[in-house]
């Protein structure tokens, strides 16, 4: 049996989705009782609960990089082999704090890291302008980041989780940088109607941060949105290795998730 934290995610529902149809018995832990899950598919809404009888655990902390010592201590004990995290390219850049990779290292437990670059479902911060206006605003506009499609984050956690994988650490993006700029006329292409882009200022775009997320966390962002490093912009080859076909381009993640826009 696989547990899987943050079930109901971007990346969490595509996973519980595709080991359901691996045929797999997966446990989801969703704080959502009434989640849609396949069929089969044992929601939970605390995760220490979901661990009896787990075999493997996805282990992901929300909106931080918080160590989980009491969740790897509980899969210890409900003996959990395997533990796949869903970490961030940001531990790797120094951008972002290693505590939760330094808590599943010092767990005893056999890990593998995942640590995916920017996610091409960020782009639903612009759904309700584009429905509303046709009009994508963001700042930095023709800096350009790969940004990985969540479903592929999914496809290479399933892997790690029903192959061995242990100890490896996996750098997630997409097949090609892409900009702000190009995202909204993507979006535009899928739609088949010209849609807007609208630079903001970096004091604009914080502002807005702000509404949703720590400063701290915006100002990191902010970093790597304006002055991303080389590692930051450069596309890894570890989607295709684990996967044996390339990353999906940010068009398809928006012809996918065309509805959300229009």
Known sequence: MITVMGATGNVGRPLVRELAAAGEQVTAVSRQETAEVPEGVRVVPGVESALDGAEALFLMVPGGFAPLDGVLAAARTAGVGR???????????????????????????????????????????????????RRVAAPFGDVALPVIDPEDIAAVAASALLSDRSGDVYDLTGPA????????????EALGEPVEFVQRTPEEARAAMLGFMPPEVADVTLGI????????QRVSPDVSRVLGRPPRPFTEWVARNAAAFK
């Open 83 to 133: 533990v796949v995290v869903l970490s961030s390219q940001g531990v790797a850049t120094g951008r972002h704090p290693a505590v939760l990779e330094d808590s599943v290292r010092a767990s005893g437990l056999e890990w593998t890291m995942l640590r995916p670059g920017g996610f091409a479902s960020n782009a639903f911060q612009w759904a309700e302008s584009v429905r509303s206006a």
């Open 177 to 188: 940088a892409i900009t702000p700029r190009q995202q909204a006329a993507a979006i535009a």
């Open 225 to 232: 949105l304006g002055a991303p490093t080389p590692q930051e």
